[in-house]
């Protein structure tokens, strides 16, 4: 029988600059990084679904297209009358990239507005993908509806997992972030956070920190990433830990922690355990930070 994997978020337009000065325009954003990695790593049996909502226009139609030809499902992509998807364009300066927004007015932000969709696209998921930046876009009403739809689908037999991805940016304080953030952990089986934003955010001392708080949130597992340094899993009081391999050159970060949270739980699924599903999360992430853009042909 299908087992469907659903990430739920935003995917935008990617206009990546090149060295002859033109840009180059493709698709991206965290939990569909995800989606599109889960892709490529759960077997055929596995449907990879996302839930987002676009508009009607060329630029919307383009990307429903890209989805559809990675093998992604895209029948919870919701078309919506007027509005259009969101975009970001990325500067460089030497080796440092910067990012310009706008996606203040983007579909996605309409993703949780009907309960019978977010309904229908949850009922019978064997996983449900959210991250931060998911609840960031939403309004208040939206992010409760979403919460609720995600704790039906949980008692029904879905595992919940949530990266926090906290982008302050986004929110209206860091306050507000951290609180939302804390709720949705508490509805996670799993949650995904990367040590260095949770210490800049939450003050955690160390890794074990951020396990122990998001634990006494209601997480039942807790994957800590930090960055080069070690993966820390906790399953109630077991702890695992792997180094990630060194990965030279480190030619672009974008989507490292999107990529790890594929292999993870696309080895996790199957079965075999945290070790090697930290393996398998970091691998994947090396090769992606060793090539340039957040989705790389693998
Ligand atoms: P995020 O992209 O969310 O900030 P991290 O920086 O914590 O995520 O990295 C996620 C994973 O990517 C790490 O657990 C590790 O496996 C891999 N990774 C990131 N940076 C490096 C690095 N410099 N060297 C080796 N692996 C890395």
């Known amino acids: 029988m299908t087992k469907r994997f659903v990430s739920i978020g935003e995917c935008m337009v990617e206009m990546a600059p090149q060295p002859d000065g033109t840009y180059a325009m493709g698709f991206a954003g965290d939990t569909f990084n995800t989606a599109w990695y889960a892709r490529t790593c759960l077997p055929a049996a596995w449907q990879v679904d996302y839930l987002t909502a676009v508009g009607r226009d060329a630029v919307s139609d383009r990307m429903v297209a890209f989805m559809r030809k990675a093998g992604i499902d895209t029948t919870h992509v919701a078309r919506l009358d007027g509005r259009t998807v969101g975009l970001y364009l990325i500067e460089l300066q030497g080796a440092e990239r910067s990012f310009s927004y706008w996606r203040g007015a983007s579909a996605a932000r309409a993703l949780a507005d009907d309960p019978a969709r977010l309904e229908a696209a949850l009922t019978g998921a064997d996983v449900a993908y959210f991250s931060g930046i998911t609840l960031a876009i939403l309004e208040p009403e939206a992010r409760t509806r979403l919460a609720q739809a995600l704790t039906r689908a949980r008692l029904a037999g879905t595992i919940v997992a949530f990266d926090p991805n906290l982008r302050p ?110 393996a398998a999360g970091s691998a994947l992430a090396g090769r992606v930070i060793g090539a340039r853009g957040a989705l790389i042909a693998l």
């Open 169 to 278: 940016k986004l929110w209206p304080s860091e306050q507000a972030m951290c609180t939302a953030v804390t709720q949705a952990a508490g509805l996670a089986d799993i949650v995904l956070p990367s040590f260095e934003d949770e210490a800049r955010h939450f003050g955690d001392a160390d890794p074990m920190a951020t396990v122990t708080r998001y634990q006494a949130a209601g997480a039942k597992v807790v994957v800590v990433k930090d960055g080069a340094g070690e993966v820390l899993c906790a399953e109630g009081t077991a702890l695992t830990r792997h180094n990630p391999a060194p990965v030279a050159p480190v030619v672009d970060t974008t989507a490292a922690g999107d990529s790890f949270n594929a292999g993870f739980l696309a080895t996790w699924l199957a079965g075999q355990g945290a070790l090697a599903a930290m």
